[in-house]
Structure formats: structure tokens, C-alpha cells
């Protein structure tokens, strides 16, 4: 006779085998010059730095829009002189992408100043002068703003400066209040256009920025520490090595959450593992909103200087210096699989995992989403031409966050709005090149807002439908037809 302890074993152990469980493919076609940092550009396609080069790499998806089976097309490469390791970086809303600075070049650590802006269209790379004055960039933290404008904080000091991606010119901004230098953060882009971060230096306290005022305010202590000590003396830099750099050490991403709170995480505090905390904005202008402690990550690991993303279910995907991805699914840090790499999120909704030689696709184990985090089209054209170019309006086409952050440089946010038209007859998948969107903010509620795309010249004709995503979210389909 079975024991009913033995028949409830044995029950939980079929429903732990029937339940969905999160995997981590290769791609069927290898990044031929390998492929660490990607960007999503706004036609759809993926570009990657191949393993801290010059050389760029583009990943197309197939026919049927996976990019499991997509295939590689080798672009342009920077100019001569500039081979950066951890920079700034941005895709802009006009679908360009920008870099600048460098904590490597070539292979040496020389804070560089260099940059350059990338256009999809032309496959060409032109170069991006420092901000006045900046002779050193290195590696900083930076931001686009909901006006368009890309914001870098220079890593040696708390200058901050603000690029105008119409006229590639940098106007220096005010830093009235910041607390300490920007080495070693990162910046979160919140709802209400200001830009958070926690400390490095002056760990545990924590910091907002207002562009309407370029000054800082205090949004108050972490609880716990979140940044590590720093391992190194005196790091030199300079054309003769006559500078010293003296790291205050490190903090893992802050990710910005689907309920509006940000998920902090920490790099190797004095004793034991990173600590992880959550900082809620305020409602109210002049508060400075509230903390709570969140997990510990398991096993004495940590994020320091790590990746982070947001999945389309409202889980945070972190990276732990072990190897390791983590899920907070708001309340649990529960550990899933072990990869390594930069992290993006896919309009498909599955997750890039690029370590420089492999590049892998993470699908977690729930991949359904709250409905109302959906972009929602409200104007679009019933009826288009192929390589012709349309307005659609809408609600929420920049997603709830910007789905991706790091613990200071390289980053890859995706908080802008993706079209895709799916042929009703083939089921053939075709993205539209989106460009001047009308905003670059994240969580933007009810506001109306727009963006420009440009119909496939080999689009299919006929009946298809049509949808905006959002950081791996899809809106409701409409139909249209492509003629």
C-alpha cells in the first residue's frame, strides 16, 4: 500500500515536471567576429560590438522574426584610433546610436574622450568631439532624456553635460547639490524626468537629478550598503601616466521596476554577500521618497558592476558576478540558470545574453505580461506603400523603464517604440524603422505620443497586422494593408 505522504510526494513531483522552467538557447548561426554589446536598433535588427573592437556586427532576424535563426552582416567600424572597452552609450530617438568615452582604448586604461554616433541608414560612424573642456571621459554614466537629449556625468569629477542629438553639440550643465563625483555610478531614468542614482563615495546615500534646474537633491539613505570597497590604489592615466585615479569601488544596475519602484543592487559589501534594496520616487515635489531592504543575493554573490534587464513579466534579470542570472520577481531573488554576458531584451520578449564568443537567448519560465503595461495605438494608417513613411499615435509606446542597466557604463536601454507587421496570408514578420519619436521618457501614462516608421521595401503586400512593442511588450494588433 502507498503511503498518502508518498502519493503527495509524488504529485508535487509530476507538477515540478510539468511546470514551465526557463532556458537559455545558443543562436543556430554563431556571431561570425564574435559579439558582446548589444544595441536593439529600431528597424528590428541587433547590433553588436564584436569583443571590445572596432568592428560592429548586425544580427537579423529570420522571415518568421526569430532571431534564433538569424543571420549576421558585418558593419562599418569606427575610426581609426578609437577602440573602446565600457563607455557611454545610447540609442537615440532619431534610431542613431552614440558612444563616447572609454575606460580602455585599445587596451589600455586612458579614460578617453573620443566618441562617435552611428547612423543605420548610411552604415557610416562619425566622430563625436568631448564635451568642452573634457579631456578625460572614461567610463560614465549617462542617460537620454524624455527631451531627447543624451546626458553624460564625466567620471572624474561631478560635471555633467548634455547633448543636443539635432546638432551633435554638448552644452555643459549645472551640478549644484551633487553630494560626490559620478565614478563608479549609474544613472535611472525615473517617470518624472529627473535621473537617479546611489552613491559610490558617500555610500549609502542616494541622489536625484532635475534637468529643469540642473541641481541635485538627496533621495536619502539605501539602509544597507550597496557598494564594495575599492580594491585598487592608484590607477595612472594620462599621455605619460602623470594622473592618478583612485576607485571608490563598485555597485551593481538600478533597474526601474513595472510599479514604479527602483530594484538597487550591490556589489561585495565589508562582510558577506551584495545586498539588493528598493527605492520608491516620491509623490510629492520636495520629498525625498521612501526605502525598504530587499534580498540578500544567495550563495554570497553579488551584481558589482554587472547587468541587469527588465523581462516583459515585470521580473528584474540579474547577473551575478558568479556566473550566475537571478529573477527578483518583486519580493524573491530566486536563482535560474548560469550565463554570463551584457543583457537586452528582445521585442520577441526573450532576453540577449552576449558574452563576447557566444551569444544566447533567455526565455524565462512565465513570459506572460500585465496588459496595461502594453503600448496602446490609438491613430495609425489603415492603409500603407511599401518604402513609404507614417505617422502612429498612441499611449506608452516607450515602455514602463528602460528594460536595462549596468553599474555605471554600457548601457543598452530600449525605452522606445518598435513596429512590426506580421503578413496575415504567410504569417512573414517585417520591422519598420522607427525614428523621431516624440519622447524618450519612460512610464508616460496616459500622455499621447508618436513616432515615425518606414514601411519595408520588401514588406509583403496585403492584409497584415500591425503592432508597436515596447521593451519586449507588443500592443493589441490592428489590421492594415501594406500595398
Not at 578609437?82 to 563607455?87: A, E, G, I, L
Not at 568642452?132 to 554614466?141: E, L, N, S, T, V
Not at 496585403?462 to 489590421?479: H, R, Y
Request: with cysteine; proline share 8%; charged share 15%.
Amino acid at each position: 500500500m502507498i503511503k498518502k505522504s508518498t502519493l503527495t510526494l509524488l504529485a508535487l513531483l509530476t507538477l515540478a515536471s510539468l511546470s514551465p522552467a526557463q532556458t537559455l538557447q545558443s543562436l543556430v548561426h554563431p556571431p561570425p567576429g564574435g559579439a558582446f554589446l548589444p544595441f536593439q536598433l529600431t528597424d528590428g535588427t541587433v547590433m553588436f560590438q564584436a569583443n571590445r573592437s572596432q568592428d560592429w556586427w548586425k544580427l537579423t532576424p529570420d522571415i518568421n522574426g526569430s532571431y534564433l535563426n538569424g543571420t549576421w552582416t558585418k558593419l562599418a567600424s569606427l575610426q581609426a584610433g578609437y577602440v573602446p572597452d565600457d563607455f557611454a552609450s545610447a540609442v537615440l530617438a532619431d534610431g542613431r546610436v552614440v558612444i563616447t568615452g572609454g575606460e580602455y582604448n585599445n587596451g589600455q586604461f586612458t579614460l578617453t574622450n573620443l566618441g562617435a554616433v552611428y547612423d543605420p541608414v548610411a552604415n557610416t560612424w562619425t566622430p563625436l568631439p568631448a564635451p568642452p573642456g573634457w579631456d578625460f571621459i572614461g567610463d560614465p554614466p549617462s542617460t537620454v532624456l524624455p527631451d531627447g537629449h543624451f546626458l553624460v556625468g564625466r567620471k572624474l569629477d561631478m560635471q555633467v553635460a548634455s547633448l543636443d542629438p539635432k546638432t551633435l553639440t554638448w552644452t555643459l550643465l549645472g551640478t549644484a547639490g551633487k553630494s560626490d563625483f559620478n565614478a563608479e555610478e549609474g544613472w535611472t531614468l525615473l517617470p518624472d524626468g529627473t535621473v537617479f542614482t546611489f552613491d559610490v563615495q558617500n555610500a549609502p546615500n542616494s541622489e536625484r537629478y532635475f534637468p529643469s534646474t540642473q541641481t541635485w537633491q538627496t533621495a536619502g539613505s539605501s539602509i544597507v550598503d550597496l557598494h564594495s570597497p575599492s580594491t585598487f590604489g592608484c590607477l595612472p592615466y594620462g599621455s605619460n601616466g602623470q594622473f592618478c585615479y583612485f576607485p571608490p569601488g563598485e555597485v551593481g544596475p538600478g533597474l526601474l521596476l513595472p510599479d514604479g519602484r527602483v530594484f538597487c543592487t550591490g556589489s561585495n559589501s565589508s562582510a558577506g554577500p551584495g545586498h539588493t534594496a528598493l527605492y520608491t520616487p516620491p509623490a510629492a515635489i520636495g520629498d525625498t521618497g521612501t526605502w525598504t531592504v530587499g534580498p540578500d543575493f544567495p550563495n554570497n554573490d553579488n551584481a558589482g558592476d554587472s547587468f541587469s534587464a527588465l523581462l516583459p513579466n515585470g521580473h528584474a534579470l540579474v547577473e551575478g558576478n558568479s556566473g550566475t542570472l537571478y529573477e527578483f520577481d518583486g519580493v524573491s531573488l530566486t536563482r535560474t540558470l548560469s550565463a554570463s554576458g551584457a543583457l537586452m531584451v528582445l521585442p520577441t520578449g526573450e532576453m540577449v545574453v552576449s558574452n563576447g564568443s557566444v551569444v544566447q537567448l533567455y526565455t524565462p519560465a512565465i513570459t506572460t505580461f500585465q496588459r496595461g503595461w502594453a503600448p496602446k495605438i490609438k491613430r495609425y494608417p489603415k492603409t500603407v506603400v511599401r518604402g513609404s513613411s507614417y505617422q502612429i499615435t498612441g499611449q506608452q509606446f516607450n515602455g514602463l523603464s528602460q528594460a536595462a542597466a549596468f553599474g555605471d557604463e554600457l548601457e543598452t536601454a530600449t525605452n522606445y517604440p518598435l513596429v512590426r507587421i506580421t503578413n496575415s496570408a504567410t504569417k512573414h514578420v517585417f520591422y519598420a524603422r522607427t525614428h523621431d519619436h516624440s519622447s524618450m521618457g519612460v512610464a508616460t501614462g496616459l500622455a499621447r505620443v508618436s513616432t515615425t516608421f518606414d514601411v519595408p521595401a520588401g514588406a509583403e503586400t496585403g492584409s497584415s497586422t500591425l503592432e508597436v512593442v515596447a521593451n519586449g511588450i507588443p500592443s493589441k494588433a490592428v489590421t492594415i494593408t501594406v500595398n
